[in-house]
């Protein structure tokens, strides 16, 4: 059975979207595009410097979002830079929110391998910080082993309850709803109670999705834009992610246990496109399709 609009509504209902220091500089204003309040993560990619992650997030706290800034463990130094990067994040933005990952590099600049490393030093909570996302891996990952991923979400959902910190898994850009479904019942059968934000890559050619693909390393969904993008005549159509969202919202709906809440969008094929697609979804301004998914036909930007 197909998803109504009123499921693929509620489905998208706080969703989330995120920016790249680089990227910011080419917003004149988070406050055209998003609703006061939007969730916005700033990343922290490798070799970058933090202060403009610290500068984008308190611009779009000023702006009146909720910024929720990366911390990347193997781009950090040690434990006295993450002390001071918390202390600006809470002094200049009012941070109460963090995404926690490993980081895209292969060898560590510092202290710190992992998320959990990250979490272990206690200083999250000594700034007031009892909220952070980790990473979550549908279709695994090119550097971690199926058994590791499995260990450190295990150990995470023991953090959050030894701690009594609110933990929730954000997930890798995914393309195809059973494997994100099965996923989600895998890791609750093994024992997750953390709530979910899926990956979804924003509207973007064929030829963007395939880069970033690329870039990730992600099996299953590499191999399904791999087929799409063989036809050469397409690289420049623009696919828009709504057959994966209408899957996604028939699935939590169909699921009472299901523990997928949000959305979280990769503006893959540009910031102010991407919002404005999330934001028609989640008023609910789309027009379901004979074959299946849906097409938006108003935007609430």
């Known amino acids: 059975m197909a998803a109504s609009i009123q499921q693929i509504r509620q489905a998208a209902e706080g969703w989330s979207i995120e920016v790249t220091p680089a ?73 109460d929110e963090v995404l926690v990952i490993g980081g895209g590099v292969d060898k560590p600049v510092g202290a710190f391998d992992n998320s959990m490393q990250i979490l272990e030093t206690g200083l999250l909570q000594k700034h007031g910080i009892m909220t952070a996302g980790v990473a979550g891996h549908p279709e695994g990952s090119p550097d971690i082993s199926e058994a590791e991923i499995a260990d450190a979400l295990a150990a995470k ?44 890559p924003g509207p973007a050619t064929i030829k963007t999705l395939f880069r970033f693909a690329q870039i990730s390393g992600i099996g299953p969904s590499m191999r399904f834009i791999s087929k799409q993008a063989r036809n050469v005549a397409k690289l420049m159509t623009v696919q828009s992610p709504h057959l994966l969202l209408s899957d996604l919202a028939q699935g939590m709906a169909s699921d009472p246990d299901c523990l997928i809440e949000h959305f979280h969008f990769y503006p893959f094929g540009g910031f102010a496109k991407t919002a404005a697609y999330a934001n028609a979804i989640a008023a609910g301004h789309i027009q379901l399709l004979p074959k299946g998914g849906f097409d938006v036909v108003g935007s609430a930007a």
């Not at 700033?42 to 611009?59: I, Y």
């Not at 997750?192 to 990956?199: K, Q, T």
Request: with cysteine; charged share 25%.
């Open 157 to 200: 959902n023991a953090f959050a309850k030894r701690e009594g910190m609110t933990l929730y898994i954000e997930t890798q850009f995914c393309f195809e709803a059973p494997i994100v479904l099965e996923w989600e019942k895998r890791v609750r059968a093994a024992g997750n109670e953390l709530p979910i934000r899926i990956g979804i």
């Open 23 to 95: 990227g910011a500089t080419k917003i004149d204003s988070f406050a055209a595009c998003l609703a006061p309040g939007t969730t916005v993560n700033v990343t922290f990619l490798p070799g970058s410097d933090p202060l403009e992650t610290v500068a984008v997030t308190k611009r779009l706290h000023n702006e009146g979002m909720k910024a929720v800034p990366h911390l990347a463990a193997r781009s950090l130094r040690d434990a006295d830079q993450l002390d001071t990067l918390l202390a600006a994040y809470r002094a200049e933005a009012g941070v």
